[in-house]
């Protein structure tokens, strides 16, 4: 058979699994897996792992799984057989999608695919950080998604379970500490904060993941002596025009790219790849959120200027006015 024709077939063939999966997801509940384990006896981690991984592939809810791995296992060998199986279970569809259409992807994307691609790509372990961390996007689909790209398999796998462990503790206690509850455990209590404690973490940790992709934040004394010694650094003010050219004045060789613009005109940057992007604007909130911007573009090599223009101004130093 042709490797094209191959390929159909496993696609096809995977939509058939995928919509008998579905059509008897019903089965597929907390006591039925709970009767697998039992009857699997000590090798019930190893069949669970196995289960976790498929159903991670035919679009079963992997929540479910994760709180059923809980109450079965435990807090601390229940977190190492979910995430492992949740891990390869990722791993797997991942490589399915890569076999199946990251060719086709590459061959037919058009320009703007192609940035959206070679920025996903260049963002690598932090695109996959946002992703696993912040819960807008589909477990299942993201992973098939996300083999459609150029991120590289071995950082794919590895920040996934990183980014993965801190939901499958949190649900896996959640979990521990419901069959806990239904049994009149008397630690039942304390492990239901534990479990609250873990979710709010998960819960914060999305607001962590954006400010570290906003960029570190450099003083104006570190800026300063960057320019003064050559350093390959570009100064992008993101103020509007007339603050840029106004008696505030900027910082002389600084060009001049507007916040509300800056979606437009993210090609003037892309080339600046070797060097440093400092972003300032009059304090730092719009070149902090320009930061953003470019970071979710793929550009990865912006810093924020603390206290932007204000802080440039108290220092004495000379400003350029147009």
């Not at 019930?44 to 809980?70: M, Q």
């Not at 709010?200 to 300063?224: H, T």
Request: charged share 20%; glycine share 10%.
């Amino acid at each position: 058979m042709k490797p094209a024709a191959l390929r159909w077939a496993t696609g096809l063939a995977l939509l058939v699994l995928i919509a008998a999966t579905l059509a008897l997801r019903d089965r597929f509940d907390a006591a039925a897996l709970s009767a697998w384990m039992k009857d699997a006896g000590a090798a019930g981690p190893v069949v669970f792992i196995a289960v976790y991984a498929a159903a991670t592939v035919l679009f079963l809810p992997g929540a479910l799984l994760t709180l059923v791995g809980g109450a079965l296992f435990g807090p601390a060998w229940g977190t190492l057989w979910n995430l492992t199986g949740a891990t390869l279970g990722s791993a797997l569809a991942f490589l399915i999608a890569r076999y199946l259409g990251a060719d086709w992807v590459s061959r037919r994307a058009g320009p703007r695919l192609q940035r959206l691609n070679d920025g996903v790509a260049d963002e690598g372990w932090r695109f996959i950080a946002f992703v696993r961390l912040v819960p807008l996007f589909s477990f299942n689909l993201l992973n098939f998604a996300l083999g459609l790209t150029r991120i590289r398999f071995a950082t794919y796998v590895v920040a996934s379970a990183v980014f993965m462990l801190p939901g499958a503790l949190a649900y896996t206690w959640l979990g521990h500490a419901g069959r806990q509850a239904l049994g009149g455990d008397e630690g039942m209590v304390r492990n239901g904060l534990i479990a609250l404690a873990l979710a709010s973490a998960v819960a914060f940790l999305p607001r962590w993941l954006r400010r570290l992709r906003a960029g570190p934040m450099v003083e104006v004394d570190s800026l300063k002596q960057q320019l003064e010694r050559g350093a390959p650094v570009l100064v992008v003010d993101v103020r509007d025009a007339g603050e840029f050219n106004g008696p505030e004045g900027h910082i002389a060789g600084a060009i001049n790219l507007p916040l509300k613009e800056l979606p437009g005109r993210l090609t003037e940057l892309r080339g600046r790849r070797d060097d440093t992007i400092l972003l300032v604007c009059r304090t730092d909130r719009r070149s902090s959120e320009a930061a953003r911007l470019l970071a979710e573009a793929g550009i990865a090599n912006a810093g924020i200027v603390r206290g932007g223009m204000t802080a440039w101004r108290a220092k004495g130093w000379p400003v350029a006015v147009s």
